[in-house]
């Protein structure tokens, strides 16, 4: 399910955005798009200013950054000048939604990236769409870390919660692709939704690192902008509602654990840091 409607393009002066706030491990974000077609219900980004300040629905607009290689092959070389360059991409957007099936400017962005490598680049997504550049992640090596959203097991909750994001088993599909060509890759259950008792042992069948965060810990606001949002209502409306509060996560933890080492299971801001 698409719900692209209005596509803009905007070139800005510059693509890296100096990190801060949840993301102070790091030096810069980096988002190939402003918007996201996959407009899932919880996300924190519906209650910043980048689209409070829309008029439309978050959701059913996307702007497109174009920017000419040379220009961000500059930028990276001035950032690195200074300090490490660790990169999170991305904070506000999906870099693969399905608007990059066409415009491809996550590709050309790593394509620079694989000429002028950052120290690390993080890679947060919940596309199955990641896979296609593969190839441009291996040439980063160990410079690199894809994390797939998988915040449940039950593609039923995965329907209501977030209607137009992939399915569940293609996102596992594509952990899969990735870890047997050699990359780096983890699942972030981020948030936590209701899930099966299955969900740890299906976990551990496609990979060997996991983060798990919440509204609570995860949206920035210490659950401020999540309740903003009156995403409580849909818990109770799907007769869900033990699975929203502060210490729901800490089920799912416990169930990770038969699986997953200490060194490979964390906790919400310690799983999103650079390697």
Request: proline share 7%; aromatic share 10%; with cysteine.
């Amino acid at each position: 399910m698409q719900v692209e409607r209005n596509i803009q393009e905007r070139t800005p002066k510059k693509l890296l955005t100096p990190a801060s706030g949840y993301l102070k491990g790091y030096s810069h974000t980096l988002n190939p798009y402003v918007g996201c077609a996959f407009g899932c219900s919880y996300c924190y980004v519906r209650r910043m200013p980048v689209a409070l300040f829309r008029k439309e629905e978050w959701g059913t607009w996307v702007d497109i950054k174009r920017s000419a290689k040379e220009s961000f092959k500059r930028e990276l070389k001035n950032a690195k000048r200074k300090d490490p360059l660790t990169i999170f991409m991305s904070s506000s957007t999906d870099p693969y939604q399905p608007i990059e099936h066409r415009e491809k400017i996550t590709q050309a962005l790593l394509e620079t990236m694989a000429e002028e490598p950052p120290d690390f680049l993080f890679v947060q997504t919940r596309s199955p769409l990641v896979t296609r550049d593969i190839e441009l992640f291996r040439a980063l090596g160990k410079r690199v870390l894809i994390s797939m959203t998988v915040e449940t097991d039950r593609d039923d909750i995965r329907k209501a919660f977030s209607l137009a994001a992939p399915p569940i088993p293609a996102r596992l599909k594509a952990m899969d692709t990735m870890k047997n060509a050699g990359l780096a890759v983890q699942a972030a259950v981020s948030p936590v939704l209701p899930s099966t008792e299955d969900f740890a042992k299906t976990l551990a069948d496609h990979v060997s690192r996991v983060v798990v965060d919440d509204f609570f810990m995860g949206d920035g606001t210490g659950g401020k902008r999540t309740k903003q949002l009156g995403i409580h209502k849909l818990f109770k409306e799907l007769d869900v509602e033990e699975w929203y509060n502060d210490k729901a996560y800490m089920k799912v933890v416990e169930d990770l654990e038969a699986y997953f080492p200490p060194d490979k299971l964390f906790i919400s801001q310690e799983g999103f840091l650079p390697g």
